[in-house]
């Protein structure tokens, strides 16, 4: 493995038979006493070097109608949403997403409808989401919720390990070190504790504390060269694809792009305020301003 070019995503965790890989802050550490050079690690890291194909079977504009999500949720909670539709009709039985926590990134296993608030909002730092998997008792039914590069790994790890998984996959741009963002954060005499809430608008990630809010440009946080490489700003792998980017808001544009996806979103669709008032043409400018660092 590349150790610095690396999403942090966990998926060679899951895979790896001797538990010979750890996740640190910013690369990944193989204990070479017990790797056994298997290679399963090189098989599921993501390339995100190269874009997916896209298949969109339909669009909506969307929010949630439950309002104990929207209010801590991000543009809508259209995710926290779907992911509390499915737990709760145990179309699912387990999700993996990120813990609604900011003083450190950690991934958080799902299993009931009524904490999927304590996932709810976006965290712009790299959390290992596919790590638990390696020690889950079960291979189906698994919901995860990731960016394009947990999708990709999550899609390969369906292939080595035999996982049958629901994946709704984030639009990205990029993401960032937690000890970037806890660096950062300090200058600005931010404590973790009093953070409430992250956004990215335009060039600068907005900052909800107890007592204020702060933009602060996103040049001023690091990411890892996986990232600045990564050429996908659409989770093309995911089953939905959801995101803010061509909706107002408050709403978020949902992707659907395969026919389990589709059930899905019918599902959940009783907890949601659904609307066609898209405009794809924003996503596709965006993907394409990151298919041109291939050029």
């Excluded at 335009?202 to 690091?222: A, N, P």
Aim: hydrophobic share 40%; aromatic share 8%.
């Amino acid at each position: 493995m590349k150790r610095k070019n690396c999403s942090l995503c966990g998926g060679c965790i899951a895979v790896c038979p001797f538990n010979a890989i750890t996740i640190g802050e910013e690369t990944v550490t193989v204990d070479k006493a017990l790797c056994r050079s298997c290679n399963l690690c090189k098989k599921i890291c993501p390339d995100m070097s190269i874009v997916g194909e896209l298949n969109i079977i339909s669009m909506y504009a969307a929010r949630s109608r439950l309002k104990e999500l929207t209010s801590v949720a991000q543009n809508g909670g259209v995710v926290s949403t779907i992911v509390f539709s499915l737990l709760k009709s145990k179309t699912v039985d387990i999700f993996l997403t990120s813990a609604r926590d900011f003083t450190q990134p950690k991934p958080l296993v799902l299993t009931e409808a009524e904490k999927v608030v304590r996932s709810a909002g976006s965290r712009y730092f790299y959390v290992p989401i596919l790590a638990p998997i390696r020690e889950l008792k079960t291979r189906d039914n698994i919901g995860i919720v990731g960016l394009p590069c947990h999708i990709r790994a999550a899609t390969n790890l369906e292939k080595v390990m035999g996982l049958n998984t629901i994946k709704i996959g984030l639009f990205c741009f990029k993401n960032f070190y937690f000890s970037s963002f806890i660096k950062t954060l300090a200058k600005y005499n931010i404590s973790l504790n009093d953070v409430t809430k992250t956004e990215i608008v335009g060039k600068s990630m907005k900052i909800h504390t107890l007592s204020k809010t702060l933009s602060i440009k996103l040049t001023e946080f690091k990411s890892s060269e996986k990232c600045l490489n990564c050429l996908n700003f659409i989770p093309s792998e995911a089953d939905i694809a959801v995101g803010n980017v061509g909706s107002l808001n408050n709403f978020s544009s949902v992707l659907v792009l395969t026919k389990r996806g589709a059930e899905i979103f019918e599902e959940a669709r009783e907890y949601l305020l659904v609307s066609d008032n898209i405009d794809f043409s924003k996503i596709t400018i965006l993907q394409r301003i990151k298919e041109r660092k291939r050029k």
